[in-house]
């Protein structure tokens, strides 16, 4: 079945530093990626949907200069935190659509961010 | 405006025993598809079971039974003779025919007793 791989998996960052997350499709492409932020024992919350070619999308309070977010390609999308703090500390993860209406999106296995 | 709704935080079950996730939506979509993700501690996103609202049987995959039931807006997800593994968040999930994005409920934390 299709891959998305998603790096790093874990990541301790500084606060004030940034941080890439990456999220490629394997064997296939992926014209929309959507990242999503995950608080311990909550629900998974859509920041915004990133389209390859052009800017992204984003979700009614999700700050866009401090999550960037590019689809540079076909089979890559990336999340940058931007001077991290420890209040971005959470459980992202991102997932691409599947090619029918019917089959279920396609989950990277997430990354967890920890700031100091 | 779509919206999940799973209003049990955290069920217990005995190994063996089969139990039912609740979850309850809101659409105004005729068409829309509905989905039971499992999500161990690991964090990965683990597909279940899927539900068309066109669909007239109840999905069935394995263990897991999804009791459709569209007049009241219910999908809620059955699993029988419950394993140890299968401790782990449980989130129902949404997504309108024209659109890719899903809207997840809150989700459950189950838990299964040996």
């Known amino acids: 079945g299709a891959v998305v791989s998603q790096h790093p998996s874990r990541v301790i960052c500084k606060s004030g530093t940034s941080v890439k997350i990456e999220c490629r499709s394997l064997d296939f492409q992926a014209t929309t990626m959507f990242w999503y932020r995950q608080f311990p024992k909550q629900s998974l919350m859509l920041m915004a949907t990133s389209n390859e070619g052009s800017k992204a999308t984003y979700e009614q309070g999700v700050e866009k200069d401090k999550f960037l977010i590019n689809h540079a390609s076909l089979t890559l999308s990336t999340l940058t935190v931007t001077s991290a703090h420890p209040e971005d500390s959470s459980f992202y993860i991102c997932s691409a659509p599947p090619g029918r209406y019917n089959s279920p999106l396609h989950f990277g296995n997430g990354t967890r961010l920890t700031v100091t | 405006a779509q919206k999940i709704t799973q209003t049990q935080p955290g069920m217990f079950v005995q190994e063996k025993e089969a139990v039912t996730l609740d979850c309850t939506y809101d659409?105004?979509?005729?068409?829309?598809?509905l989905f039971w993700y499992k999500q161990p501690s690991s964090g990965e996103m683990i597909f279940l079971i899927y539900q068309g609202s066109y669909d007239e049987q109840n999905a069935t995959e394995g263990r897991y039974s999804l009791n459709f039931q569209k007049a009241r807006k219910s999908a809620n997800l059955v699993i029988s003779a419950s394993q140890l593994g299968d401790s782990a968040m449980y989130f129902c999930a949404m997504r309108a025919w024209n659109g890719n994005k899903l809207v997840f409920g809150a989700g459950t934390i189950l838990r299964v007793k040996s």
């Open positions: 659409t105004s979509d005729q068409s829309y598809g």
